[in-house]
């Protein structure tokens, strides 16, 4: 366990040391395809996603997908480190962009990995670090999908505390348009999109679905922009707003747009993507199981993540607080990548699915 610890705090530093902000992970993914075939074990790589599939793989098996992503936001100007030196204090934080979210988990869940594809196992394992999550792109785990062999389950590493997240809501934009009629506005002239579209933020603001997610509760809708009218004098024709809806897994994202659409039909909406979906997964999985058994209380996660994207049951448990994330002077503590290596290894050993 010593030598996983100390592998991975040396990985975490290499990544933090290379720039690797969404889009550009290249050279992040080289460091992770580098760690592997420094371990006899040869990667597949697609754009800047890089995965492994275990020596042993049997496809009459079932198969346990360890992801994670290595891309991270951009630093803002509140940093007073610098956000690519790795940097370890008398307190045992490893300060560095990406560390918490999602470094440690990208190290932890690879050093598991290498543990693990040597033990005896019913099971196969494959190992990703996915690009591009922090923006949602296509040519992240999306990408990747298609590539991989069959899977069954997915442990996705997140800052969670190492507490397990069963359900995690998905997100959808939506684009709205109010139409009124255009006319001076001196001699009380058309219709206004303004007031037409009053009634339409009011009954977003108030729906409630007919079913609730015991996990994630209601969905959540705030209409977060509006944009009217030309100038001054002239009633504007046309109103439009964004909405930020955060679906949950009592309806799938096509489901819940229909539903808002016949409840505000005096509208237009348009969603910019049904693709990030809400996820779930029963509490009596065997992984959910293990895990609570090992003294983890599942939880519903309101931060959006790889699983979004994924077609298969997945749980979202990983090193750090979610608190740290995008913050300034992001943090990992050097003891919880090590009680994440333990975990996972304990999480994986002895595993019937």
């Not at 975490?12 to 420094?38: D, Q, R, W, Y």
């Not at 255009?182 to 079913?211: C, M, Q, S, W």
């Not at 009217?228 to 439009?240: F, K, S, W």
Request: proline content about 7%; overall charge negative.
């Amino acid at each position: 366990m010593d030598e996983l610890y100390y592998q991975a705090v040396d990985l975490l530093k290499k990544l933090i040391a290379t720039p690797s902000v969404s889009h550009n992970e290249g050279n992040a993914a080289i460091v992770i395809e580098n760690f592997l075939l420094e371990h006899g074990i040869k990667p597949s790589r697609r754009g800047n996603n890089v995965w492994a599939v275990d020596s042993g793989y049997d496809s009459a098996k079932p198969t346990i997908l360890l992801n994670s992503h290595i891309d991270t936001v951009r630093p803002t100007d509140a940093w007073t480190r610098d956000p690519f030196s790795p940097d370890v204090d008398d307190e045992g934080r490893l300060y560095g962009l990406g560390s918490n979210d999602a470094g440690a988990s990208v190290v932890s869940l690879l050093t598991a990995f290498l543990h693990m594809a040597e033990a005896e196992r019913t099971y196969n394992l494959i190992f990703l670090a996915s690009s591009e999550e922090e923006v949602s792109g296509r040519d992240g785990i999306e990408s990747v999908i298609p590539h991989l062999p069959k899977v069954d389950v997915a442990i996705v590493g997140e800052p969670t505390g190492m507490r397990p997240a069963i359900a995690e809501k998905g997100l959808m934009v939506l684009d709205i348009e109010v139409d009124g009629k255009a006319g001076h506005a001196a001699r009380d002239e058309g219709i206004n999109a303004i007031y037409r579209a009053l009634p339409v933020i009011e009954t977003l603001r108030g729906f409630k679905f007919k079913n609730e997610s015991s996990v994630l509760g209601p969905v959540k809708i705030s209409v977060t922009q509006i944009e009217a009218g030309t100038q001054h004098n002239v009633v504007p024709a046309l109103c439009r707003m964004v909405a930020d809806v955060r679906t949950t897994d009592a309806y799938t994202n096509e489901e819940t747009l229909r539903i808002l659409r016949d409840a505000v039909p005096e509208c237009r909406i348009t969603p910019r993507s049904t693709r990030l979906n809400p996820s779930s997964i029963p509490k009596d999985h065997p992984i959910v199981r293990r895990l609570t058994m090992m003294g983890f209380e599942p939880f519903g996660s309101p931060t959006l993540s790889d699983q979004a994207l994924m077609p298969w049951p997945s749980v979202k448990v990983g090193p750090g607080d979610s608190a740290r994330s995008h913050s300034a002077d992001e943090y990992i503590l050097l003891d919880e990548i090590r009680e994440a290596i333990a975990i996972y290894v304990r999480l994986l050993s002895n595993l019937h699915l």
